[in-house]
């Protein structure tokens, strides 16, 4: 079965870095896009970013770009985002997911296997 499993959390002051980890297993992962999303309490599922199955193309929410990157090493599975500057309002659940469906990169409709997620807090 496909297995997602995020780590890399933890908690940071404002302006500090994080990078999460995703290690996959139980799908091909060279052929995935492979996206980060995060929830905060209350709130809505929202998307961060997402990478081609290569690793040549990435994608950011306004609200990360500049700040977060993306990659992807498919010869371990696993795919990373890197956060700097970190603001209290990056604090949520992080997950990675799988794209299995053809639509938008930035709708989580289009995903599938959903991880537990990894808390990231920061605080200010």
């Known amino acids: 079965q496909v297995q997602l499993v995020e780590s890399g959390g933890g908690l940071v002051q404002a302006g500090g870095s994080l990078r999460l980890s995703c290690a996959a297993s139980g799908l091909t992962f060279r052929t995935y896009y492979m996206g980060w999303f995060r929830q905060a309490p209350g709130k809505q599922r929202e998307f961060v970013a997402v990478i081609s199955s290569g690793g040549a193309g990435t994608f950011y929410a306004d609200s990360v770009k500049g700040r977060f990157t993306i990659s992807r090493d498919n010869a371990k599975n696993t795919v990373y985002l890197q956060m700097n500057s970190l603001k209290p309002e990056d604090t949520a659940v992080y997950y990675c997911?799988?794209?299995?469906?053809?639509?938008?990169?930035?709708?989580?409709?289009?995903?599938?296997?959903w991880g537990q997620g990894t808390q990231v807090t920061v605080s200010s």
């Open positions: 997911v799988p794209k299995v469906r053809p639509g938008n990169n930035d709708d989580p409709k289009v995903y599938n296997y």
